[in-house]
């Protein structure tokens, strides 16, 4: 599963805390019905800059679902 963030030109921390605010939104907890779900990486993953200046942040997990 991946999760990208955007955020305004204008913000850069502000996109970085939202994006480790998603991070930590899956750290350690099972949404009903999964087994599991793992980050990829530590830290959300800085992927650049947009043609409108916008700031973009990937986070990436394994989940799995069932029984």
Do not use: T
């Amino acid at each position: 599963v991946q999760v990208r963030i955007r955020r305004k030109s204008d913000d850069y921390e502000g996109g970085m805390v939202k994006a480790q605010a998603v991070a930590s939104a899956f750290d350690g907890k099972r949404p009903s019905g999964y087994v599991d779900v793992v980050p990829f990486q530590s830290e959300p993953v800085f992927i650049g800059i947009d043609e409108n200046s916008n700031y973009h942040w990937s986070v990436n997990f394994s989940a799995r679902y069932g029984a």
